[in-house]
């Protein structure tokens, strides 16, 4: 928990300081130019003020680029490539500010403050990020302790990770030759390792994916060091700072910020849509009452993010006893994998046949999108008998909150195999934007309409 509260801190500490440090190389930049006597003034001095105000629009803009460039993401490797990132950042915010002021006549920036402010920027801001540095690895091992890495393997690959680490200060480097689960699980806890590093030569996939597993589960950060083969394949991603090549797994790309954003789209569009078909809802309700006189609602508890289980709404469609009776034919499922899902379901009602093939059963779902249960596009939520059976690769849906919608549903709903029902939602979690949701959402509408694959 510690070594995730210091992953956060120093980025957002280096962020500010670049914000202040671009603020003061433009201003001693503009002074330099204008009042230092070391350069000749031909056309006169323009007034502070406007240059002041767009200090505030080139911070902004700069901050954007860094963000972009990656100033704040990955580990460094050494001084040098922290210099040779920070020039390549500044050099392409001075760019784009100089083409900026071409273009716009009434206001132009002197091209020598421009150059002053790109050398005296790339100085600060290393400076800068030099002592925060520091400070991360001193006072933040004190506060927060070492990093502690666990190296496991025996190969050459491996000896050379563990020199590696072992001259920097604020890494405490562990070893094990055994990838025994059982062993590595007392090793990860007995000594608070935050990242666990794998090199066995020729690993197996199922290897890898048993110790992933592990890592995650006790969230612990995991890197392996692949065969020549596996270098060639697969969602990997190459780590730099190590100065060999280790690599990981691509991260799902709905975490930290990509959440919020999600989080917050869901609560406002769950809230208009709410509102908009709140009377037709009412009428559904009252059509399921006067069916059978049974309840409007069905709750079951489904497992969803991070394995929570929880009360999954929906309206009723089936007869009172329907988990009574799905014992009794389970055997019938027409589709392959740890599912149920039968297209003449005997415990379907009258209107729920309805409901079904139009989707509007799974309305009351945005009540779990408000209550943080659910998000509107994702997996589906998992039947927890269904979830106990998941293989390794299936376990990876419940890393994100289950959806209303999702790929599977728009591909063709309960007529999608088992299989290609799993591909889609781990595709789904890997390539994930506010664009390929709003798409989803689109093509849902249609889907719901035709009525194809649900029942």
Known sequence: MKQKIRRVIFPVALFFADIISVYISFILAYWIRFYSGLLPVLRGIPPFGLYHTAIFVVILLWCVIFVYSDFYGTRKIDALNEFLKITKGVLFGTVIIAALTFLYRDFTFSRIMLVLAFGIS????????????????????????????????????????????????????????????????????????????????????????????????????????????????????IDEFLEVPVFRFKATSLHGWNFFVKRVTDVLLSLLILSVAGIPLIIVSLLIKMEDGGSVFYKHKRRGYRGQDFDFIKFRTMVANADKILESIKHLSERGGPVFKMKDDPRITKIGKYLRKFSIDEMPQFINVLKGNMSIVGPRPQVIWEAEHYDDVAKKRLKVLPGITGLWQIKGRASVSYEEMIRLDIFYMEHWSLALDLKIILKTIPAMLSGKGAY
């Not at 950060?221 to 990997?236: A, Q, S, T, Y």
């Open 122 to 237: 790339v100085c600060v801001i290393f400076i800068t990020h030099e002592l925060i540095g520091l400070v991360d690895v001193y006072v933040g091992n004190f506060l927060l302790g070492t990093h502690n890495v666990l190296v496991v393997g025996e190969s050459s690959i491996a000896d050379d990770i563990r020199k590696a680490l072992r001259h920097r200060k604020k890494f405490e480097v562990y070893h094990s030759h055994s990838s025994d689960s059982e062993h590595l699980k007392k090793m990860i806890q007995n000594n608070g390792i935050n990242e666990v590093i794998y090199s066995m030569g020729e690993p197996g996939h199922g290897e890898i994916i048993r110790i992933s597993n592990i890592c995650d589960d006790l969230g612990v950060d995991f890197r392996f060091v692949p065969d020549v083969l596996e270098i060639m394949r697969g969602e990997i991603v």
